[in-house]
């Protein structure tokens, strides 16, 4: 049996580790090459801050270095596993340079080893030193998004409707406004939403929070309590007897229209379904003195709105009442007292006439209709208040015409008879 000698074909042997270490490399560098990512935005966080604020002072990050971009090089296959949470930044304020006021930054990515470098830029942060202020401002809110169809967004009432902001002196005293904004995307029901803080200077441009500290945020978030109303296009009613009391006798009102005819509101559901429309009164008009021909008035519809309904657009708020009150055609129709028939004449009297008289009435109405206008058998008089002779005054009645468009224009008239006894004539036999 031959001898195992390790050194046999020892240069062979050479070579394949040779070519298979070259083969690795090559495979490796191929299929998992080394790149570069860069990972935008990231924040810096400020460590031991406490050596400044125990003496009573505050800090600003100057020059936008409260943010970085850091370059990440590293194989692809790592690189996939990185993720912008994994990245954290930090200024250890134990390391300042006093003489410029500058703090090394220092990166790490959790959870990921065996990367090639990992740098920020800037890799330093500047800040300044100053006096700390602290202020008290209100809260606004302000939404994003579209709610659902057929709602729209009422009251708004933020947890905490001021907030008490403490930080540097100069970057207090730029704070214009603060804001919680919410998102109402596809809301259709009431809720509490997350806010997030926003802060403007005068100019309205963002001041960063990273100087900051919230008093009542420092232990649970901003909330705001959104409630969702529902919409619904409500027809402008008038209020006729309102309208007709202001149209001076002998004229009509033959036009009476809104623009727009309806008005989007909004409203808690139960409020909105029963609301049956809205009524406009005639105060705008009555005011406007005498109303004949075509009146238009702008009428601000907000105060006639009932309570809990309010519009959904409330920079359109005006309306054009127009009105077209036309005067009215008249006819008088001349009739003879005798002619006039008389009912519930007493069997005991009977009646008569002084002198020759007659009464004339006047109607009031569209034209066509006046000039076939008929009363024969419609007038009367009423005799059934009447059992004893003497002379009297007494009005013409006139029973319902039932014409439309025609109507009587002023009082009856009235007219004098006289009530005599009838004579009673017995019959004798021849």
Known sequence: ???????????????????????????????????????????????????????????????????????????????????????????????????????????????????????AIPGNVRIKIEELAVNTFPVSVEWSGNPREGFVVGEREVSHPTLTIEGPESLIERISRVVAQIGVNEMSMSADLPATIRIYDYYDMPISLTSLRIHELTEEELTVHVQMLSTRNIALQPNLEEMLEVIPEGYQLSVLSFEPPTVLVS????????????????????????????????????????????????????????????????????????????????????????????????????????????????VYLDLSEFTNPGRVILPVRMEALNVEGVSIFGALPTIEIELTEREMIEETED
């Open 1 to 119: 049996m031959r001898k195992f000698n390790p050194f046999a074909n020892l240069s062979l042997k050479i070579i394949a580790l040779l070519f298979a270490t070259l083969f690795w490399v090559y495979i490796v560098n191929i299929g998992d090459p080394i790149e570069e990512e860069l990972f935008r935005d990231i924040p810096v966080i400020i460590l031991n801050d406490e050596i400044i604020t125990a003496q009573g002072l505050a800090y600003q990050l100057m020059d936008d270095t409260d943010r970085v971009t850091v370059t990440v090089r590293a194989r692809i296959s790592l690189l996939r596993q990185i993720m912008v949470r994994d990245i954290v930044v930090t200024a250890d304020i134990t390391d300042i340079d006093f003489s410029t006021n500058l703090i090394p930054i220092e990166v790490s990515v959790k959870g990921v080893e065996g990367l090639e470098s990992v740098i």
């Open 267 to 378: 409203g808690v559901p139960e409020v909105l379904m029963a609301l049956p429309g809205i009524i406009v009164p005639t105060a705008t008009f009555a005011a406007a003195g005498d109303i004949t021909g075509i009146v238009s008035e702008p009428i601000d519809i907000r105060p006639y709105l009932p309570e809990g309904i309010r519009l959904v657009d409330e920079s359109v708020y005006r309306i054009i009442v127009t009105m077209v009150v036309e005067q009215i055609d008249r006819r008088g129709i001349e009739i003879p007292v005798r002619a006039i028939p008389t009912r519930h004449l007493s069997e005991n009297l009977q009646i008569d006439f002084p002198g020759e008289q007659s009464v004339i009435l006047v109607f009031m109405g569209e034209r066509e209709a006046l000039d076939v206008l008929e009363i024969g058998g419609k």
